[in-house]
């Protein structure tokens, strides 16, 4: 092990969060004095420079008052260390809550800070390349949004995120390194364009039926925003003075989308789950029930979110 | 809060403006020793960008190039140099402003900040009296707030400002304890300080209309406490320079003068020790009491007893003198000193000389005669008291005593000492200061420069110098009230109303506490004040350990404050429920865990006797109100009722 390796180990596990580096924790996350680390900025530097020219000065020209302005200006810029400080200290990361994605896609990722004992400001998150600006009011929590960028399905650890602030005046930076043991799973991006599902047992699978056509419909529940406007049930509706909307039969076997790792041969394994991947999207939105067989494993059949996301996560999480 | 995928945020109108705002205070700090082409167009220039920086307009570049070219030229012409204390400073107001042209990023604002702090500290090189040293202080404020409006959601303007003067005010230990601390420099590193600077006071010459430019200056010349009670206004003469040669219209000290040995002095009553603390007067004459006895540390006596100062005094002295107010100095005149009492110009003012051989023939050898002859003269013959009299010419002294007949001090001393050496009296001219002002709030005299005047020694055989001082037989009232009382004509002015007079003083006393505490603080009392917390001035490592300790202090109290929560309301209410709780596990009554803490009091409530139970679930109910039914801090009000009845809670 080279010194400079051994140094760093060192360094890492005496000072755990000063490097990008360190171990992953769980949640929530507190920022205590020993993860928090100030140095000056380059306009600190600069400042300080120029006090140490106004403290020549003053003492070159003898004049008391001048001194008394540098000495007052001098400690208020150092106790601007501590503000940086005092910026991070206490503040917790109490909570993440990670949207859906496809790969390649941004990752909507809610980072949940908590000021339980005073108010911080000036607090500057660096994710990946971006800043988020933000300041938390005394006992109050904030959700910050955040942008991930994806790549490729699978389980993606959360980026290392640097907290920061140069509250307040510039001087000083202080910074802490998070890496929350936190991972977000992205799904598999869908191809863009292929043919339409096929079965084993059906050459060609039917079009969606078209239930509006038909009456045969198995009962009937309140209207909720978002439902098609198409399946709302108008002669009822007008008798019941609400809107409702047909609960139609459940598809028949020939309705079951049944899709098929084994069916689609020839294909790499890549494309394969792309394809699934868009199978599965176009028959939660059309509403259907579908099966999904993979290798390992059978998800279905059903129909809806709940089963949406589980074969997603199947199709994320294969090999 | 924002995201922003900007690397650094450009300034906003409001960090610009409190930028502005700075320089604008900086601006009028140096205002009164700008050169008057340059204040005005610079204050134009501000207002002018300020309001197109609001508008979103950029300052034209090429613009910006030719008044930055023409800003040295300016001053080069004005000064004839860009180097020194004035050209400096100059310079560096009119780049300040011209910076403020050039501010896109943040990294501009950043310079700009610095370099008000810099140009800020410069206006205290012109004056460092209280009163500008605060404005100084004060225009750090806004300094601060534009860094505070450069952060991230940095909160409202008020709030801004508000924490700009709080970390100012925070600051304030840390830079007293530096301020002793900082070693002073006993030679300057560089340069001459002080050297191009004017020199005020009584000088070492006095022309005619000398005198006059001080007496309408009022700022203090020196302040002395006396060790006993402050002496009758009579007595009160401070002598600065004694002037022997004449030569026709200017009162020198004459260089064969220098070159005499001291007058002897004998004091004939009791002495007077008294410490003066003098203003900077860029000169090396320094007033005693008429007449000193021994010449202080780091100075010297003249030969006719005036102290000189071994350094020209460029930030204020504190010398402690014993005086005798009555005393005969040089029983015996030397030929040489009765060759320059007696010293006249030439053959002017044939008028003055005959007048006084007209006494000389009149009154014999018979001096106080002849005295008195010359100030009855000034008493009865129609001689007036003014600060501004007619001007004089070529036969200066003849024009005074038989034409205008109106003048102050110097004009009177000039021409009576004329008068005496022409009747065969050795005299002389002395400057000085008489009179002062005593504080009433604290026990010590002002004396302002408008306090000089002039008066006259005339030799006496067996009684040596005897001072003489003819404006005294023209206005009494100029040594019983002040020289511009005096042409004034008696009577109260309404800024000598008694509050305005105690406020003054008021204020007169702090510039005293200031100028003693601060601005003489040199190398001198900084080695004194250490050695008596035990600290070797002459070892460095005394020092460093000293300095070095006073930093590991401040640092530490610094990261305790920093480490330190604030106990506020929301806690109070906490700590007292953790109180409470405390008390209850005492009586058998511990808090299971993850119990709630409304659950709990209600639980407890339960075994206790009837009147305590009610009480205990009033706590509890009240206890869940201020805590959670509001997202607001509870009222204060209420936290302290609740926490005085769970301290009376006695289960």
């Given at each position: 092990m080279s010194l400079l390796a051994s140094l760093r180990a060192r360094l890492a596990r005496r000072h755990p969060s000063l490097l990008r580096q360190r171990p992953?924790?769980?949640?929530?996350?507190?920022?205590?004095?020993?993860?928090?680390?100030?140095?000056?900025?380059?306009?600190?530097?600069?400042?300080?420079?120029?006090?140490?020219?106004?403290?020549?000065?003053?003492?070159?020209y003898n004049n008391n008052a001048a001194l008394l302005l540098t000495c007052l200006l001098g400690a208020a810029c150092a106790q601007s260390m501590y503000g940086a400080f005092r910026a991070l200290h206490g503040l917790r990361l109490e909570a993440i809550r990670a949207g859906h994605a496809e790969a390649g896609q941004a990752l909507i990722v809610e980072l949940r800070f908590a000021a339980p004992r005073r108010a911080h400001a000036g607090l500057c998150l660096h994710v990946d390349a971006t800043r988020h600006d933000f300041s938390i009011a005394a006992d109050t929590a904030l959700s910050l949004p955040i942008n991930l960028h994806t790549e490729r399905r699978g389980w993606l650890d959360l980026p290392a995120l640097k907290l920061e602030s140069t509250w307040p005046f510039g001087l000083f930076r202080a910074w802490s390194w998070l890496r929350p043991d936190v991972r977000v799973l992205v799904y598999p991006a869908r191809e863009t364009a292929g043919p339409p599902p096929l079965g084993s047992g059906a050459e060609s699978m039917p079009a969606p039926r078209s239930h509006e056509l038909g009456e045969d419909y198995a009962g009937l529940r309140a209207y909720q925003p978002g439902d098609s406007p198409r399946r709302i049930a108008w002669k009822a509706s007008a008798r019941n003075a609400t809107l409702?909307?047909?609960?139609?039969?459940?598809?028949?076997?020939?309705?079951?989308w049944h899709l098929r790792w084994n069916a689609l041969r020839g294909l790499d394994p890549e494309t394969r789950i792309m394809r699934l991947a868009r199978w599965v999207d176009e028959a939660q939105r059309g509403g259907q029930r579908w099966q999904l067989d993979l290798p390992a494993q059978s998800l279905g059949p059903d129909?809806?979110?709940?089963?949406?996301?589980a074969c997603m996560s199947a199709l994320a999480l294969l090999p | 809060m924002s995201a922003a995928r900007v690397p650094a945020p450009r300034p906003d109108a409001r960090s610009f403006g409190l930028l502005s705002l700075t320089v604008a205070a900086t601006l009028a700090l140096h205002a009164t020793h700008l050169p008057l082409w340059l204040s005005p167009p610079l204050a134009l220039l501000l207002t002018l960008r300020w309001l197109g920086f609001r508008r979103g307009r950029r300052f034209p570049a090429l613009l910006r190039y030719a008044l930055v070219l023409t800003l040295p030229l300016g001053v080069i012409a004005t000064y004839g140099t860009l180097f020194g204390r004035l050209p400096g400073a100059a310079l560096a107001v009119g780049l300040l402003v011209l910076k403020l042209t050039e501010t896109e990023t943040r990294r501009d604002v950043h310079i700009a900040v610095a370099f008000a702090a810099f140009t800020l500290m410069s206006a205290l090189l012109f004056g460092q009296s209280l009163l500008q040293t605060l404005l100084v202080c004060a225009a750090l404020a806004p300094a601060l707030a534009t860094l505070l409006a450069l952060q991230p959601s940095a909160g409202a303007t008020r709030a801004i400002l508000k924490t700009a003067v709080l970390r100012l005010a925070a600051a304030l230990p840390v830079t007293l304890l530096a301020f002793v601390l900082v070693p002073r420099l006993a030679t300057p590193l560089w340069g001459a300080p002080g050297m191009q600077q004017a020199r005020t006071g009584i000088s070492a010459s006095m022309s005619p209309g000398a005198i006059g430019q001080l007496l309408v200056d009022?700022?203090?010349?020196?302040?002395?406490?006396?060790?006993?009670?402050?002496?009758?206004?009579?007595?009160?003469?401070?002598?600065?320079?004694?002037?022997?040669?004449?030569?026709?219209?200017?009162?020198?000290?004459?260089?064969?003068?220098?070159?005499?040995?001291?007058?002897?002095?004998?004091?004939?009553?009791?002495?007077?020790?008294?410490?003066?603390s003098m203003e900077a007067t860029r000169q090396t004459l320094l007033p005693a009491l008429?007449?000193?006895?021994?010449?202080?540390?780091?100075?010297?006596?003249?030969?006719?007893?005036?102290l000189l100062a071994d350094r020209p005094v460029d930030h204020g002295l504190r010398y402690t003198v014993s005086s005798a107010t009555a005393y005969r100095l040089q029983p015996h005149l030397g030929a040489r000193e009765r060759a320059l009492g007696l010293q006249l110009p030439g053959d002017d003012d044939?008028?003055?000389?005959?007048?006084?051989?007209?006494?000389?023939?009149?009154?014999?050898?018979?001096?106080?005669?002849?005295?008195d002859a010359a100030l009855h003269r000034f008493h009865d013959d129609g001689y007036r008291y003014t600060l501004t009299p007619p001007p004089l010419g070529r036969q200066q002294i003849d024009d005074f005593l038989f034409d205008t007949r109106a003048g102050f001090c110097e004009h009177y001393a000039s021409a009576f000492v004329f008068l005496m050496r022409a009747a065969g009296i050795p005299a002389r001219v002395v400057a000085g200061y008489q009179g002062g002002y005593a504080n009433r709030a604290a026990d010590y005299l002002l004396v302002r420069q408008a306090d000089a005047h002039a008066?006259?020694?005339?030799?006496?055989?067996?009684?040596?110098?005897?001072r003489v001082d003819p404006t005294a037989a023209v206005r009494p009232d100029r040594i019983s009230l002040g020289a511009i009382a005096a042409a004034q004509g008696a009577g109260a002015r309404w800024y000598q109303a008694a509050w305005l007079v105690g406020l003054r003083d008021r204020i007169d006393v702090l510039n005293r506490l200031w100028d003693q505490s601060v601005v003489g603080f040199n190398a001198l009392r900084q080695r004194g004040l250490l050695t008596r917390f035990g600290v070797d001035p002459q070892r460095w490592q005394s020092v460093a350990l000293a300095l070095g300790g006073a930093l590991a202090v401040a640092l530490a109290f610094g990261l305790a404050l920093a480490l330190r929560e604030p106990a506020g309301e929301r806690d109070a209410l906490g700590r007292a429920f953790d109180r409470l709780q405390r008390r209850l596990t005492r009586r058998d009554h511990p808090r299971q865990p993850g119990e709630a803490p409304a659950h709990y009091l209600t639980r407890v409530a339960a075994d206790l006797p009837a009147e305590q139970a009610a009480a205990l679930r009033a706590l509890s109910t009240q206890f869940v109100r201020l805590r959670y039914a509001s997202t607001q801090p509870a009222p204060r009000l209420a936290v302290r009722d609740w926490i005085r009845r769970a301290r009376e809670l006695k289960p």
């Open positions: 992953r924790e769980a949640l929530p996350i507190e920022l205590g004095q020993r993860r928090i680390y100030v140095v000056p900025t380059a306009f600190g530097i600069g400042f300080g420079a120029m006090l140490i020219v106004m403290l020549l000065g003053a003492l070159n409702l909307l047909r609960l139609h039969e459940p598809p028949d076997a020939q309705a079951l129909a809806g979110s709940a089963h949406y996301h | 009022d700022s203090p010349a020196f302040r002395v406490g006396f060790d006993g009670p402050i002496p009758p206004r009579a007595q009160r003469y401070f002598r600065a320079v004694v002037l022997w040669h004449f030569d026709g219209r200017t009162w020198t000290s004459g260089s064969a003068a220098r070159h005499l040995p001291l007058e002897p002095l004998q004091a004939l009553g009791p002495t007077q020790r008294y410490t003066i008429d007449m000193p006895l021994q010449a202080p540390a780091a100075t010297r006596f003249t030969a006719a007893r005036t044939p008028r003055a000389r005959a007048l006084a051989l007209h006494w000389r023939t009149r009154y014999g050898d018979n001096p106080v005669a002849i005295i008066w006259a020694e005339v030799w006496l055989r067996g009684r040596g110098w005897v």
